[in-house]
């Protein structure tokens, strides 16, 4: 009989880890993701990513399962193509927090993620897209990101760092609205409270798993909730700083397959060594990760939004 497997739940963010830079998964990657639900764990992907922008990777994966998406505050069922539960950002709210943040840093330019599993991504004049191969429409004024309900804002500066931005976003916002950097050139806000843990948590809870046996991997701070969470967080060798303090372990990066070698040496077929499992001693099992409110002011949440 084989030992039993490390972890049950392998939580994998998208951009800058599983996904190469051209947005391409390896077949390497490929194969140990594959052997390792083989082995019986599931593979869960968490993602900054809108549910409209995510299906059609699920389906490159072969994944009729659960996503968690827009930096979790969208569960979505990729069999059913419908979302299970989304927490959205009040427009009202978002506009204020803009106010303030350009009262802080001038002019920033501004994009939406519009809620649903039709929502599109609007950017205003001026707003260029990090990622140039994610679909986006191009709306003439600011007020027109505003004619639906939105699952998060993305700001890009003419001058500050993303690092400059986000922590300038942070101070005027306040309780407003939680800020995450995702990417290059990505500075979201998104529902107060609401992180990659949430979806994380409430995901595990569905498929009857647990933090303690959960193993993230990520490359940007706003993957820092969700390995604050699991059992192990792994960041990939071109992740940000922040994330590398926290991490349990730092794999290769996205582009040498980094989460197929530790894949690979925790589910290989020989797993009687269970060193690898190196699970931080100061943790219990958790039912919902440490995010304060699930939801901000003016947000909401339910079963198929």
Known sequence: MAPPIAYSLIATDLDGTLLRGDDTLSDRSRAALAMAVGAGARHLVVTGRPAPRVRPLLDELGSQGLAVCGQGAQLYDAGADRMVWSVTLERELAEVALGKIEAEVGEVYAAVDQDGVDGLTLIEPGYEMPHPTLPAVRVPRRDDLWTRPISKVLLRHPLLSDDELASAARGAVGSLATVTMSGPGTVELQPCGITKATGLALAAGRL??????????????????MFDWAARGVAMANAHPELKSVADEITLSNEDDGIAVVLERMFSTDRTDRTDRTDRTDRTDRTGPRVGRQAGPGARSGVGQ
Do not use: H, K, Y
């Open 208 to 225: 009857g798993l647990t933090s303690a046996q959960t193993i993230a991997f990520g490359d940007m701070p706003n993957d820092i909730p």
